[in-house]
Nanobody, 124 residues
Framework: QVQLVESGGGSVQTGGSLELSCQTS????????LAWFRQVPGEKRQMVEC???????QHRKEIQGRFTMAKDLDKKIIYLRMNTLKPEDSATYYC??????????????????WGQGTQVTVSS
C-alpha cells in the first residue's frame, strides 16, 4: 500500500530555511517518479522539485536554485530543502508519486498518490 506523509512545515522569516520530509511506504524510491508540489488557496498546484525515474532532478525555474531534493534510501524518506525563503514561497507543500515511469510533469493529474500536505509560512 502506497502512503506518503509529509512533515517539517512551519513558520520562518524571510531568508530562512526549512527542510520538509516525506515518509514513503510501498514505493521503491530509487526508481520512483516523486515530486514536491505547492499550492496557495485559489491557485493551481505547481511542481517545485521532482525526481525523474532515473534519479535525476528537475527544478522549477522560478525557484532559482533555492530548493533541492534529497533521498534517504534506508529510511525511504524524500526531503525538500528550502533556502533563502521568500514570502511568496508560503503555501501548502505536498509530496506526490506517479505510478508511471518517465520524466517529471507539472500536471498534478499525472500523480496518483499524494500526501496530506504541510504548511509553510514565510513572514517578511
Amino acid at each position: 500500500q502506497v502512503q506518503l506523509v509529509e512533515s517539517g512545515g512551519g513558520s520562518v522569516q524571510t531568508g530562512g530555511s526549512l527542510e520538509l520530509s516525506c515518509q514513503t511506504s510501498g514505493i521503491v524510491i530509487t526508481t520512483a517518479l516523486l515530486a514536491w508540489f505547492r499550492q496557495v488557496p485559489g491557485e493551481k498546484r505547481q511542481m517545485v522539485e521532482c525526481y525523474n525515474d532515473d534519479g535525476t532532478q528537475q527544478h522549477r525555474k522560478e525557484i532559482q536554485g533555492r530548493f533541492t531534493m534529497a533521498k534517504d534510501l534506508d529510511k525511504k524518506i524524500i526531503y525538500l530543502r528550502m533556502n533563502t525563503l521568500k514570502p511568496e514561497d508560503s503555501a501548502t507543500y505536498y509530496c506526490a508519486y506517479s505510478i508511471y515511469p518517465g520524466t517529471c510533469s507539472d500536471n498534478p493529474a499525472v500523480y496518483r498518490y499524494w500526501g496530506q500536505g504541510t504548511q509553510v509560512t514565510v513572514s517578511s
